[in-house]
């Protein structure tokens, strides 16, 4: 096989850079794909422009879980009524009984870093009712939160657990709040000049991290029991 690869050619981009670089990381790499893996609860659907009815309600409680594809021209233009929800660990995905109300809802998971490609494809247009991000109050949560709000603006909300003050100052982890410390520096200081803000328990939220030392998982929501 030649080194020639016409531009039409449907081998994938990485195997093109193997078969020019010997490195499926050389050159252009990133994939033209993303798979969202999400849950539905209460009933809640997504229609495409083209009349395509998702009902991820029914997929969730026949598989587990669901997947929506980014990527496709024309296959990833879907819409809900309901509310959209981010979240960043597993065990916040895999049990959703913290879940405020009995509303339908969509809830996304992703890890770590939160892709470009998501925050595209939610800017794009308006996806849900609303969209809430539920991280963890931490460095990178905050960086992730403040990629999306620049992009979503008001449509965006960051979500706070019920007595999550408490909860950071007997549960708070110093080291974690240390190993995103750059990041939630950068992240505060953006947030705390950013001129359109809209919301205030964001600010106190940072206020009591840094007067603290202190970052907090999101798994302490089940803890309100204990307090």
């Not at 016409?6 to 010997?22: K, M, T, Y």
């Not at 252009?28 to 083209?50: C, E, F, M, P």
């Amino acid at each position: 096989m030649g080194s020639r690869v016409e531009p039409e050619s449907p081998v994938p981009q990485r195997a093109i850079n193997i078969l020019r670089q010997r490195s499926s990381k050389s050159g252009q790499h990133a994939h033209s794909q993303t798979y969202i893996l999400s849950k539905g609860v209460n009933g809640v659907t997504w229609i495409r422009d083209d009349g395509e009815i998702l009902y991820l309600d029914r997929q969730t409680q026949r598989q587990g879980a669901g997947v929506i594809t980014l990527g496709v021209v024309g296959k990833d233009d879907w819409v809900t009524e309901g509310t959209l929800w981010l979240v960043e660990n597993q065990a916040v995905f895999d049990n959703l009984d913290w879940l405020p109300d009995n509303s339908p809802a969509t809830i996304i998971w992703y890890s770590g870093q939160l892709q470009n490609s998501i925050v595209e494809w939610l800017a794009k247009r308006q996806r849900a009712s609303s969209v809430l991000i539920f991280p963890d109050y931490d460095g990178v949560g905050l960086q992730n939160y403040l990629k999306l709000k620049l992009r979503l603006k008001h449509q965006l909300r960051l979500w706070l657990m019920p007595s999550w003050m408490k909860k950071l100052k007997q549960y708070g982890n110093n080291q974690l709040w240390r190993n995103s410390a750059n990041e939630f520096e950068s992240a505060a200081e953006q947030i705390l000049t950013y001129a359109d803000f809209d919301e205030p328990e964001v600010f106190e939220l940072i206020m009591a991290m840094q007067k603290t030392g202190l970052a907090l998982e999101q798994e302490a929501v089940w803890l309100f029991a204990l307090l």
